[in-house]
């Protein structure tokens, strides 16, 4: 079985690129700041649906977020 999440800091790097704050990239993809803070270091990992809307307002592909973890 394998769990998707999002790459350490991928997010990270990419809005700070875009100049988005967390809470910025937070509100536009209709998440909280600090579940988003969570996906970002590591500690949660998101829903496909989640990563999805961050990849959106990144304007990303989410390949470019998530990595294959194999158990």
Wanted: hydrophobic share 40%.
């Amino acid at each position: 079985m394998n769990a998707w999440s999002c790459e350490k800091s991928a997010d990270s790097r990419i809005r700070t690129y875009r100049g988005m704050t967390v809470s910025e990239l937070a509100a536009a993809a209709g998440i909280s700041q600090p579940y988003l803070s969570e996906i970002e270091s590591g500690k949660k990992t998101g829903s496909v649906d989640v990563l999805k809307r961050i990849a959106t307002v990144l304007r990303v592909d989410l390949d470019d977020l998530v990595v294959d973890k194999a158990d």
